[in-house]
């Protein structure tokens, strides 16, 4: 593990079977913006939004995001490497909550996976990520159910969050807003819900 990522304490660290031991760090964003750049820069994290912006655009988005009560970042690695970027958010704090009820406890999350690399899929990958965040946002955090929102025509993303047991909720438009950084254009979402009763039964 390289000295930057163990000098970071983290905030969950879970070993999964046939997997390896994952570990959620809080984002450091000079440090980690040229990872972050890398994946939010192709063509397949269109739908994250970053297309186009610079590697100090991004780590400006995600420097102002560390000031936040309400939202954070997390860097999301696998035996040392890094393999995912997590957001987490207070719905009642972002525009999602003009869509749907927010329920007390409620937290939403963003995942965008790193690319597959050279071996191509990787099969199991995203279950097993996915089932660490879960357990970190639910049971770590205490928190009785997830929100996620992909946009509609992230059918990939969508599949994944479905086959994990999330359970589809509506389609909803989310309003378009002004942030400090630029516009959130409006985006048409399919909401999704993760109960901590169904993910962890029993």
């Given at each position: 593990?390289?000295?930057?990522?163990?000098?970071?304490?983290?905030?969950?660290?879970?070993?999964?079977?046939?997997?390896?031991?994952?570990?959620?760090?809080?984002?450091?964003?000079?440090?980690?913006?040229?990872?972050?750049?890398?994946?939010?820069?192709?063509?397949?994290?269109?739908?994250?939004?970053?297309?186009?912006?610079?590697?100090?655009?991004?780590?400006?988005?995600?420097?102002?995001?560390?000031?936040l009560d309400t939202h954070h970042a997390f860097l999301v690695l696998k035996d040392a490497e890094p393999v995912a970027l997590l957001?987490?958010?207070?719905?009642?704090?972002?525009?999602?909550?003009?869509?749907?009820?927010?329920?007390p406890g409620d937290i939403g999350i963003h995942v965008l996976l790193a690319p597959a690399g050279d071996a191509g899929a990787r099969?199991?990958?995203?279950?097993?990520?996915?089932?660490?965040?879960?357990?970190?946002?639910?049971?770590?955090?205490?928190?009785?159910?997830?929100?996620?929102?992909?946009?509609?025509?992230?059918?990939?993303?969508?599949?994944?969050?479905?086959?994990?047991?999330?359970?589809?909720?509506?389609?909803?438009?989310?309003?378009?807003?002004?942030?400090?950084?630029?516009?959130?254009?409006?985006?048409?979402?399919?909401?999704?819900?993760?109960?901590?009763?169904?993910?962890?039964?029993?």
């Amino acid at each position: 593990m390289s000295d930057a990522y163990r000098s970071r304490p983290a905030v969950h660290e879970q070993d999964v079977d046939g997997f390896g031991t994952v570990r959620v760090l809080p984002l450091d964003p000079p440090a980690d913006a040229d990872v972050l750049h890398a994946w939010v820069a192709e063509e397949r994290a269109a739908f994250w939004g970053m297309n186009g912006l610079t590697r100090d655009q991004v780590a400006d988005i995600y420097a102002h995001m560390a000031t936040l009560d309400t939202h954070h970042a997390f860097l999301v690695l696998k035996d040392a490497e890094p393999v995912a970027l997590l957001q987490t958010y207070e719905p009642e704090a972002d525009r999602v909550s003009e869509c749907y009820e927010v329920r007390p406890g409620d937290i939403g999350i963003h995942v965008l996976l790193a690319p597959a690399g050279d071996a191509g899929a990787r099969a199991g990958w995203s279950a097993a990520l996915l089932g660490a965040v879960a357990t970190y946002v639910l049971k770590t955090l205490d928190r009785p159910r997830v929100v996620v929102d992909p946009d509609v025509r992230n059918e990939k993303a969508i599949a994944r969050f479905l086959r994990h047991g999330f359970e589809a909720g509506p389609v909803v438009v989310l309003p378009e807003i002004d942030l400090p950084d630029g516009r959130l254009p409006e985006k048409k979402a399919q909401l999704a819900f993760l109960s901590r009763e169904v993910a962890f039964p029993g």
